[in-house]
């Protein structure tokens, strides 16, 4: 048995999750993709199936989520997780809503709550609206987010926009008031018809308080903040001996490399705050469409890499963004700057790197691929909702899969730091 399966939408996400519950105890591996039939269930407390859906079409988000979820039901799975960002990176057009849908449909269930919130991180959610530190999301950097701009804080609104189910809202003076009365408010809109409950939460407490009263759904579904909740709901029941964490995970050597595929605002300022220090190349788009750019970058890092990390990056202000994406389009841009990076990475582990950074969602999930990882252990925290996740396979290689989101400005080299 399983006592927490999760389904996660990309990677960084999915090693996100990963660091909330190994800091409770639980002994968690990520497996790559929708495992093959015949997989042997990992011995672990929690396994979660890492996907690179939140951009795909949403008839492809749903397929593979579910197929994600039927393998972890038939291991024997008691409770699901779906784990999408802390900033409810979507369109209106999913994927959130479709496969939160799909999910409850294939479990049979017709409610659960939504909860984005990780206040450790500055994301909080006050009556019903989203809040990246102190401003609206609609009034961050996320509206300016090349694939997933979020131009509306309200995530009643939103939500509503992707499912064909009612949203309804757990205030903030409910959430406060503690699990039992989160739990009548999930009963009252259940029995009113409504689908998902977007809940308030500004403090770590709070989602102690949803995490808690969530015992006895079947599925769950928010950032990793709420998970925080739920290996004592499962200790309680003792389907989880919730003592091992990341105890047991090796150090790697070798050499090291950050590569940044991100534009966020957080990658950006870690980016300029490397280039101080280390070794940089910046890699232009548009020169992607004519030249090898990635073998001319690995010859670059080569004879640098005895000597410390490199940094690797087309990480890129908004108007930058927007220069390129007029110039190639959304979907190939995108394209070139993923198959860029992940030929990258592939020639940089070739020479000898065995420890990498690497800033965005989209930009981990193509790498983890290229590189033939199939499932990885969660190991200790760098910063919350970023740990060192170690490949289990043939090269022993340690990852550092960051949302593009998350870290301080000194988060790469103090990252690599960590781990010489």
């Given amino acids: 048995m399983i006592p927490l399966g999760c389904v996660a939408d990309d990677f960084t996400g999915a090693t996100d999750l990963g660091d909330t519950l190994v800091q409770r105890g639980m002994r968690t591996i990520l497996l790559v993709d929708v495992p093959a039939d015949g997989l042997a269930v990992p011995d672990a407390d929690c396994v979660i199936v890492a996907l690179k859906t939140r951009t795909a079409p949403a008839p492809a988000a749903v397929h593979q989520s579910t197929a994600a979820l039927r393998w972890l039901r038939d291991a024997g799975t008691r409770q699901f997780f779906f784990k999408y960002c802390s900033t409810f990176d979507s369109t209106d057009a999913g994927n959130i809503g479709p496969v939160a849908d799909a999910l409850l449909a294939e479990l049979g269930e017709g409610f659960t709550v939504a909860v984005p919130a990780f206040p450790e991180n500055g994301r909080t959610v006050y009556l019903g609206h989203l809040f990246v530190w102190d401003q609206l999301l609609s009034e961050s950097s996320m509206r300016h987010h090349p694939l997933t701009p979020m131009t509306d804080a309200n995530l009643v609104r939103v939500l509503q926009r992707q499912t064909t189910g009612r949203v309804g809202l757990i205030p903030y003076r409910t959430v406060c008031a503690g ?3 989160i739990r009548a408010a999930c009963a009252r809109l259940r029995n009113d018809g409504v689908r998902y409950a977007i809940v308030d939460a500004v403090a770590p407490e709070h989602l102690e308080h949803i995490g808690a009263a969530c015992d006895g759904l079947r599925l769950v579904t928010g950032g990793s903040g709420v998970a925080r909740g739920l290996p004592e709901n499962l200790r309680r029941h003792g389907v989880s ?8 995970v090796p150090p790697v050597g070798g050499y090291a490399a950050v590569l940044a595929g991100s534009c966020s605002a957080a990658t950006l300022a870690q980016v300029a705050e490397m280039r101080r220090s280390a070794p940089a190349l910046a890699i232009d788009p548009q020169a992607l469409v ?4 990635a073998a001319r970058a690995v010859r670059w890092a080569e004879p640098l890499l005895p000597q410390g990390p490199v940094l690797i990056y087309t990480s890129a202000p908004p108007d930058e963004v927007a220069r390129v994406q007029a110039a190639l389009g959304q979907d190939r841009a995108a394209a070139l700057i993923e198959r860029a990076l992940t030929e990258i990475a592939s020639g940089l582990v070739a020479r000898g ?18 590189l033939g990882i199939r499932a990885l252990r969660i190991g200790s925290r760098i910063d919350p909702g970023v740990p060192w996740t170690f490949g289990l396979g043939e090269i022993p290689i340690a990852l550092a899969l960051k949302s593009g989101n998350f870290g301080g400005p000194d988060f790469f080299l103090r990252a690599l730091g960590e781990r010489r």
Avoid: K, S
């Fill in 179 to 181: 699990p039992e009365a």
């Fill in 241 to 248: 001996r919730g003592a091992g964490g990341a105890e047991g």
């Fill in 290 to 293: 004519t030249e090898d750019v």
């Fill in 353 to 370: 790197v065995r420890r990498l950074v690497v800033a965005g969602g989209e930009t981990a999930g193509a790498i983890v691929q290229a």
